[in-house]
């Protein structure tokens, strides 16, 4: 029914800049909130940040001043641009999105993507 895919990781030295793209697709009505997780292994997974509908913003304090979230109400895409990475920036990151769906209008399901890894090397 619907899909997040998600692009954009790699290796970067620290100091660099990566950006994350990840695209909603299939029978989708609307998307709420919009997020990004990472989880390093051994670690639980964690908020990085978050977006409303509206543009509302909210980040970790680990990324504040260094990473933002945007998105594309018009492409269901949400975006992470991250610079001045640190090597505690590796791991691998997840999209996640509340979507109303055709086949449940009236809920809101959070959907997954694959996961993106991200490398800092120092």
């Known amino acids: ?34 997020a990004w997780y990472r989880q390093a292994p051994e670690n639980q997974r964690e908020l990085v940040a978050s977006i409303t509908s509206s543009g509302s913003t909210n980040y970790a304090d680990s990324v504040k001043g260094r990473f933002t979230i945007s998105r594309d109400n018009a ?29 449940n209008r009236f809920r809101l399901y959070a959907y997954w993507g694959q996961g993106t890894q991200v490398t800092v090397s120092s």
Not at 7 to 17: D, E, K, M, R, T
Not at 78 to 102: F, G, H, W
């Open 75 to 103: 492409k269901n895409t949400v975006y992470l641009q991250m610079n001045s990475m640190k090597p505690e920036d590796t791991a691998v990151y997840y999209c996640n999105a509340e979507i109303r769906t055709s086949s």
């Open 1 to 34: 029914q619907v899909q997040l895919v998600e692009s954009g990781g790699g290796l970067v030295q620290a100091g660099g800049s990566l950006r994350l793209s990840c695209a909603a697709s299939g029978s989708i009505v609307s998307i709420a909130a919009m």
